[in-house]
């Protein structure tokens, strides 16, 4: 039992919760004292002092005196936190939306490493109450619910920023016709519109209403189609640097009269100004001139993608000359695929915050996408929110030094994250090019074989049975079971849908017998079995984490390879009968030319699963 002294009742409570799974089992009487920033902690024998300079520094403190305390009885730790804000970005607006409690433990977590602010990225996932359209069906969070997060991340010293979209990123608002007024594109507002005025100042009070800060983050990138739609049938055509800039005007405005501090994603003013409409092209300088003509905003510098430290050194360089006001965010490479590429994150984050460090950017965001269906689960993230984390308190950080802060601050062992990267990575390196193995094996068409050729480069059937027989080893804490559970079972699947997948084509040959038929019709019976298992552990999962809006997604995507192996086994029995030629296996052999830079390739759902239009 631990005895916390000079803390408030409530600071106690925090503390016990962040430390509830790693307490150490002797008796310890711990003095906490408020000092300048950083942190020290000394232990001697069952009497120990921490010191803290912040609420975030004190509930990493305790997790790091728990931790250290269940190894040794006499330490003395000191650590001063390298940037001023150090923050996780959790998306909840594509597709998966987790629940109020599922929030509460990501923020104990991140307050165990020592984060102190979440950013909340929202984009239709709060109400609006003048747009009751806004976010409908799609697990929305209410203004009390935000107010409860707002005020529990406050307790454990993380503060709660929304994140929101003032541009484009606004598919699933303006697919309503209640939205028309105010639509551009089918993702972009109208720029200069009346009511996208009005459509802005709801949000805008909404998004901010419910939390202690008065940070805000208001989007704007990636809004390559801005004044292209119904913006050019009514006014013609104008620069999109223009638009830009004129909608930033607007927002900023809007947000000062509710006293809010702007922050924006900067990759526009980068594409609007390259001569090749590049991303952070390096040949686009600013003049002082255009720095000056832009409003008081925070600039958010994102980028997942490079392994070398210079190209982030160079971005940085480029983004002074855009605003004094310079923020990071890195990738903990969630989202695209079943499994996070750690490899990749782990490469690209100690890249970007290596220079980060050295080009003197004091705000870093470690930012957790979940693309294409939110396939992965949150409690995958631990891992790589904790690797980020370490750049906070290290120079030099490797990543068994990345291990040894996990199992010490989280109590539990490292294997199991790292072995997701198993998934997908088929190198003896890093995943450079992101390549989705088992997204593209798991909704490949039994016998419509888009990605035969691609895999045919590697040797599935080895990888994984090696990968299972480590699953089987691992350990994690109970409330990720759950989770071990259902990679395993995608782990059995993607292997028997490998070998069905075999056997199936392998039906082309003119010469083939009974035998081998009933093997495939085998094959594929095991593989549907797989799939139904996966589905019910992937159902059980979702549940645990996330509201049920979203997973009818999950149910069409597997539900779909379940009547697809329904129907090719009964293609199989039609063929034997003499009734059908499965022609479709006859056609000629092509590697998948889309997206196929890495070793294998790698796919969005729509891409992998029909050579059709899904919505046609």
């Known amino acids: 039992m631990i005895t916390w002294q000079g803390l408030t009742t409530e600071q106690v409570q925090s503390v016990q919760a962040v430390c509830a799974a790693i307490m150490p089992t002797s008796d310890l009487s711990v003095e906490c004292q408020h000092a300048t920033t950083g942190i020290h902690i000394q232990r001697n024998g069952d009497q120990a002092r921490l010191t803290y300079g912040s609420m975030a520094e004190l509930m990493h403190g305790a997790a790091l005196l728990c931790g250290r305390a269940r190894k040794a009885t006499q330490f003395d730790i000191r650590q001063q936190p390298r940037f001023e804000v150090l923050a996780a970005m959790l998306d909840v607006a594509r597709n998966g939306v987790p629940t109020v409690a599922m929030i509460k433990q990501i923020i104990r977590r991140l307050a165990s490493m020592g984060y102190n602010e979440l950013w909340l990225y929202l984009e239709d996932l709060f109400e609006i109450p003048e747009a009751p359209y806004f976010g409908r069906g799609r697990g929305r969070y209410q203004q009390t619910e935000l107010h409860e997060i707002a005020l529990y991340g406050d307790r454990f010293g993380v503060t709660i920023v929304p994140a929101v979209q003032t541009l484009a990123h606004l598919h699933n608002a303006l697919k309503w016709d209640a939205h028309a007024a105010v639509k551009d594109t089918d993702d972009t507002l109208l720029v200069g519109a009346p009511a996208t005025k009005d459509f802005l100042t709801n949000l805008l009070r909404a998004a901010s209403a419910p939390f202690t800060t008065n940070k805000i983050h208001v989007g704007m990138d990636e809004a390559y189609q801005l004044g292209r739609g119904r913006y050019l049938d009514q006014n013609g055509f104008t620069d999109q640097e223009t638009l830009i800039l004129q909608q930033l005007q607007l927002v900023v405005s809007l947000t000062q009269k509710l006293g809010l501090k702007a922050y924006m994603w900067s990759d526009l003013w980068f594409t609007f100004a390259s001569s090749k409409h590049e991303m952070y092209d390096p040949d686009v300088h600013f003049d002082p001139a255009f720095k000056a003509s832009l409003p008081p905003v925070g600039q ?317």
């Open 300 to 616: 958010v510098y994102w980028d997942y993608y490079h392994e070398d430290e210079q190209t982030y050194r160079e971005r940085f360089t480029q983004h002074f000359e855009l605003s004094d006001d310079v923020a990071f965010a890195g990738g903990i490479w969630t989202w695209s695929a079943l499994a996070p590429n750690q490899s990749k994150m782990l490469a690209t984050i100690d890249a970007g915050l290596k220079a980060a460090k050295a080009s003197g950017v004091q705000q870093v965001v470690a930012t957790m996408w979940f693309d294409d269906g939110a396939e992965v689960p949150f409690s995958a993230a631990w891992y790589g929110l904790q690797a980020f984390a370490t750049y906070q308190y290290y120079e030099d950080v490797t990543p068994a030094m990345i291990d040894t802060e996990y199992a010490m601050i989280q109590g539990e062992n490292a294997t199991f994250y790292r072995l997701l990267d198993q998934f997908d990575n088929f190198t003896s390196k890093v995943n450079v090019d992101a390549d989705n193995v088992s997204k593209l094996i798991l909704y490949e068409d039994l016998m419509l074989q888009r990605y035969r050729s691609n895999l045919a480069v590697i040797d599935v059937e080895a990888h994984y049975l090696d990968l299972m027989t480590k699953l089987d080893q691992v350990h994690v804490h109970q409330e990720n079971q759950l989770m071990v559970t259902f990679y395993k079972q995608l782990a059995r699947t993607v292997l028997v849908k490998q070998r069905a997948l075999k056997v199936v084509v392998a039906l082309a040959d003119s010469d083939v017998t009974k035998l081998r038929a009933d093997s495939a019709r085998a094959a594929v019976t095991s593989c549907q079995h797989a799939l139904e298992q996966l589905l019910r552990d992937f159902r059980a999962l979702w549940q645990q984490q996330r509201r049920g809006n979203g997973f009818e997604v999950i149910d069409v995507r597997l539900g779909g390879q379940i009547a697809r192996c329904e129907t090719v086994t009964w293609r199989i029995d039609e063929w034997l009968a003499g009734r059908d030629d499965l022609a479709e296996l006859r056609e000629p052999l092509l590697p998948m030319d889309k997206r196929n830079n890495g070793l294998v390739g790698h796919g969005l759902y729509k891409e992998i699963v029909s050579a059709c239009e899904l919505s046609f």
